[in-house]
Nanobody, 121 residues
């Protein structure tokens, strides 16, 4: 069992940056592949990025490549998403998830409650 708690969301101007964190409970955090998803109002939850348990391999949605970076600190049981050059279309609730590197929400076993990211133009 893994419990996930996101933080770091907020209001930012277009072009700005935010770093999201996902704190995990459980001693097996380091063995989990992890991912970030987002969901805008009226839209389906969409894949943003994922990372292998070791941190050795990362995957990104085309829409965020070159702007977002996913990384994890196993010693701190924390997953991160560094978001730069934010755009209006990046706005939504961001969720971290554990159990896969897949791009489908159904691939994942555990989810956090989400953190809101709002981008102003």
């Amino acid at each position: 069992q893994v419990q996930l708690v996101e933080s770091g969301g907020g209001l930012v101007q277009a072009g700005g940056s935010l770093r999201l964190s996902c704190a995990a409970s459980g001693r097996t955090f380091s063995s989990y592949d992890m991912g970030w998803f987002r969901q805008a109002p009226g839209k389906e939850r969409e894949f943003v990025a994922s990372i292998r348990w070791s941190g050795s391999t990362t995957y990104y949605a085309d829409s965020v490549k070159g702007r977002f970076t996913i990384f994890k600190n196993n010693a701190k049981n924390t997953l991160y998403l560094q978001m730069n050059s934010l755009k209006y279309d990046d706005m939504g609730v961001y969720y971290c998830a554990a159990g896969s590197v897949g791009s489908s929400p159904g691939d994942y076993l555990y989810w956090g409650q989400g953190t809101q990211v709002t981008v102003s133009s």
